[in-house]
């Protein structure tokens, strides 16, 4: 008899081979995904940054110049006017302040974070955008600090942003 | 009972090895990159706990106490840059003449490098266990590679301060220690 597998014989195999291929799958991609969004935590070291740099914008900016609109932008390098810092002035602590610390840009938002839509962010910068949407909100009255600081990049010339955030304000 | 007594062909039994070779190669490549992810992950966090540790251990004393100033520790008239004297403006409980003064030392002993931030008996006087307590001193992981011309590192901007050791590991992970601190 040189009947050899039959159809069904093969077919069983496969599917049996596929479930447990999808299984193994959907475990190994879980535990990425799990990586990916660790690796998106604030870090101890951004989050004492900025825990200096809430301590110093709570002491100069007041609730009234933030609390009417759905983010407040303090300061961001990327527009000219409006850089946190600059290289050719000394002496002044705001600017050495976020000189020293790196600060890229600050922005105070809604700490319900769920009530921004991806249309308030376009103005954002795109790892900014995915910081604020990896951000796990509770629906809240109160306000988060949102620093940006560069970070070097031994490999290639292009910077490396990192990001962290706090409560803000007397509603913190 | 009637049994087919003729088994697998030879072209059956290679094709069945020929298919359980595939995906265990397939499984063995998964295995093995979810081991290294592991590995990776398990040396990170115990880097983020000793960084996490002395930030925090540094952070609260800044904080509650106000730096007063921070320098390289002097020894035989030369910095050493292995320990840096932290001077801070609240002054110690049981001598209100002395500041609370620690130090933020690295050293090698025993074959491993240990990261300790404490009080010391050549700036503080009669340390009491209270004060004993609040030391810290945590093993540095094996495989670390350290700055060897200097393991701790002080810039200054104005008031600004920043205190750091650098530290890689064998893979070029950079797990730098960074603290910041205003001298009040």
């Given at each position: 008899?040189?009947?050899?597998?039959?159809?069904?014989?093969?077919?069983?195999?496969?599917?049996?081979?596929?479930?447990?291929?999808?299984?193994?799958?959907?475990?190994?991609?879980?535990?990425?995904?799990?990586?990916?969004?660790?690796?998106?935590?604030?870090?101890?070291?951004?989050?004492?940054?900025?825990?200096?740099?809430?301590?110093?914008?709570?002491?100069?900016?007041?609730?009234?110049?933030?609390?009417?609109?759905?983010?407040?932008?303090?300061?961001?390098?990327?527009?000219?006017?409006?850089?946190?810092?600059?290289?050719?002035?000394?002496?002044?602590?705001?600017?050495?302040?976020?000189?020293?610390?790196?600060?890229?840009?600050?922005?105070?938002?809604?700490?319900?974070?769920?009530?921004?839509?991806?249309?308030?962010?376009?103005?954002?910068?795109?790892t900014t955008q995915n910081y604020i949407k990896?951000?796990?909100?509770?629906?809240?009255?109160?306000?988060?600090?949102?620093?940006?600081?560069?970070?070097?990049?031994?490999?290639?010339?292009i910077p490396i942003y990192e990001y962290a955030?706090?409560?803000?304000?007397?509603?913190? | 009972?009637?049994?087919?007594?003729?088994?697998?062909?030879?072209?059956?039994?290679?094709?069945?090895?020929?298919?359980?070779?595939?995906?265990?190669?397939?499984?063995?490549?998964?295995?093995?990159?979810?081991?290294?992810?592991?590995?990776?992950?398990?040396?990170?966090?115990?880097?983020?706990?000793?960084?996490?540790?002395?930030?925090?251990?540094?952070?609260?004393?800044?904080?509650?106490?106000?730096?007063k100033s921070a320098e390289y520790e002097i020894?035989?008239?030369?910095?050493?840059?292995?320990?840096?004297?932290?001077?801070?403006?609240?002054?110690?409980?049981?001598?209100?003449?002395?500041?609370?003064?620690?130090?933020?030392?690295?050293?090698?002993?025993?074959?491993?490098?240990?990261?300790?931030?404490?009080?010391?008996?050549?700036?503080?006087?009669?340390?009491?266990?209270?004060?004993?307590?609040?030391?810290?001193?945590?093993?540095?992981?094996?495989?670390?590679?350290?700055?060897?011309?200097?393991?701790?590192?002080?810039?200054?901007?104005?008031?600004?301060?920043?205190?750091?050791?650098?530290?890689?590991?064998?893979?070029?992970?950079?797990?730098?220690?960074?603290?910041?601190?205003?001298?009040?």
């Amino acid at each position: 008899m040189k009947k050899g597998f039959i159809l069904l014989e093969t077919i069983v195999v496969i599917m049996v081979l596929c479930v447990i291929l999808v299984m193994l799958y959907s475990s190994y991609s879980n535990l990425l995904v799990k990586v990916k969004k660790k690796s998106l935590y604030d870090n101890t070291e951004y989050i004492y940054k900025t825990n200096i740099v809430r301590n110093y914008l709570e002491s100069v900016i007041p609730e009234s110049e933030y609390n009417s609109s759905l983010y407040y932008v303090v300061c961001r390098n990327s527009i000219d006017n409006n850089k946190c810092y600059s290289d050719n002035i000394t002496g002044n602590y705001e600017n050495d302040l976020f000189k020293f610390l790196k600060v890229e840009a600050v922005y105070i938002m809604l700490w319900d974070t769920n009530s921004i839509n991806s249309n308030d962010l376009t103005g954002f910068e795109a790892t900014t955008q995915n910081y604020i949407k990896s951000l796990d909100p509770t629906n809240e009255s109160a306000f988060r600090i949102v620093v940006m600081y560069e970070e070097e990049n031994n490999e290639t010339d292009i910077p490396i942003y990192e990001y962290a955030s706090l409560r803000f304000g007397s509603r913190g | 009972m009637r049994l087919n007594k003729k088994g697998m062909s030879m072209v059956e039994i290679i094709v069945s090895i020929v298919l359980i070779s595939i995906v265990l190669i397939f499984l063995m490549t998964l295995f093995l990159k979810v081991r290294t992810t592991y590995n990776q992950s398990k040396i990170q966090a115990d880097y983020d706990i000793l960084v996490s540790n002395i930030i925090k251990a540094i952070g609260n004393d800044i904080e509650n106490y106000g730096l007063k100033s921070a320098e390289y520790e002097i020894v035989n008239g030369k910095e050493n840059t292995d320990a840096i004297v932290l001077e801070f403006n609240t002054f110690r409980t049981t001598n209100l003449s002395e500041n609370i003064t620690k130090v933020l030392r690295v050293y090698f002993e025993n074959n491993k490098f240990y990261i300790s931030y404490s009080y010391e008996a050549g700036y503080t006087e009669n340390i009491t266990s209270t004060e004993r307590v609040t030391n810290v001193v945590r093993e540095v992981p094996d495989d670390v590679i350290l700055d060897r011309d200097g393991y701790v590192k002080l810039e200054k901007l104005n008031n600004f301060v920043e205190i750091k050791v650098p530290m890689s590991d064998k893979n070029g992970n950079i797990y730098d220690i960074n603290i910041y601190g205003i001298i009040e």
